[in-house]
């Protein structure tokens, strides 16, 4: 199983979700995590996200609705594959509140999909 994580620039949210998940999921070879922004700069750390890996994603995880609509466009075939977390962009890189946010809601959608 792919999992995707997308913020916009892959440098706060998503990096800290994707952390978070191979942690949570540490010892499960059957699951590969990334993550991926929707306006990343390489000079920033980020990494763009592609088509393809939107294609490639089992699921989704993006961070606002702006980066659902930006996947639909660029990949309308991933629509179904997208969760939206609803956490906006007012945390930095590993903020304790961002961290506890984030495993709540990473346990709960694991749960779901594992």
Known sequence: MNLL???TWNVQRSKTAERI??????????????????????????????????????????????????IEKMSPESKSKIINLNINDIYYRDDPELVE?????????????I
């Open 5 to 7: 994580f997308v913020c």
């Open 21 to 70: 998940c191979k942690e949570l999921c540490k010892g499960n070879k059957e699951i590969h995590i990334s993550s991926a922004g929707i306006a990343a700069k390489p000079s920033m750390g980020g990494i763009q996200i592609t088509k393809e890996m939107a294609n490639k994603a089992d699921k989704i995880f993006v961070m606002e609705p702006e980066h659902e609509i930006y």
């Open 101 to 113: 946010m984030l495993t709540d809601k990473i346990n709960e959608m694991l749960k779901k999909i």
